[in-house]
C-alpha cells in the first residue's frame, strides 16, 4: 500500500483553522496485476487549546473529476518548465487555473496565478506576468505567505524596470526588505539581491549592478535548506 497526502490550510483566525488534505492511496492485494487507486479528501476544523491547535471535526469525501484534472494539469505544468518547455508549462498552467473552484479557499487560484506570473515573466510577456501577480497578491498576503508575496513583488519590480518605471520598482523593492525584516525565509533577500542589481543596470550603473549579482550569487551558494 502506498500513500501520499498534501495539506492545504484554506482559512484561520485566532479562533478556528480550516485545512483540507488531499489524499491518494493505492492498494496492491496478491494477485492483482495493477493496484487500486482511491483518491479522496477530508476537511478538519480546528481550534486553540492551551496545549496548542488540536483537531475539532473532520469530514471525510471522495472526489474525481475536475479536482484530479487540475492537479495532474498544474504538476504537468512544473514538469515542463523544468524541461524548459516554458510555453507547454504556460498552457497547463492556465488550463489548470480554469478548473480552479475555490473550494479550497484563495491558496489554490492564488498559487496557481503566482505560477501562471513566473512563467510568463520568463516569456517576456510582462502583460499576462503583471495580471496574474496583481490577481496573486491581495489574497497570499491576507495569507500571511511572506515569501510567496515578496516573490510577487520582485516579478513586479522586474516589469516595472522592463517598462522603465524605475522609481516604482525601487518602492517595491523597499517593500520586500520591510516584509522580510526578522523573517526566516530566504526569497525576500534573494529577489531583493537580484531585481536590486537589474535595478542598478537599468540605470546605468554597471558596477553597482555586477557587484548586486555577484553577491547574489554567493547568497545562493552558501544557502542551506533543512
Known sequence: RQ?????????GDAAQAQA??????????????????????YEDVLRPTPEGWRL?????????????ARLALQWSSHG??????????LTLGLRALALCDDLDGAWTRASLNAHVAGLALQMGDLAVAREHARAALSPLERL???????????????CD?????????????????RIS???SGFAGALVSGTARAELALARGEVDEGLRGYRASVESVREMRLP
Open 144 to 158: 500571511g505567505a511572506s515569501d510567496d508575496v515578496s516573490q510577487l513583488l520582485g516579478m513586479l519590480a522586474l
Open 56 to 68: 475539532a471535526s473532520r469530514i471525510i469525501r471522495d472526489w474525481s473529476g475536475p479536482v484530479l
Open 3 to 11: 500513500h501520499h497526502v498534501n495539506n492545504i490550510l484554506v482559512s
Open 20 to 41: 483540507r488534505a488531499y489524499v491518494v492511496v493505492m492498494v496492491r492485494q496478491e494477485g492483482d496485476a495493477h493496484p487500486t487507486t482511491v483518491m479522496g479528501w
Open 161 to 177: 524596470i522592463a517598462e522603465g518605471t524605475l522609481d516604482r520598482a525601487k518602492r517595491r523593492l523597499d517593500q520586500i526588505d
Open 181 to 183: 525584516a526578522g523573517k
Open 80 to 89: 515542463h518548465e523544468n524541461a524548459g518547455d516554458l510555453d507547454g508549462a
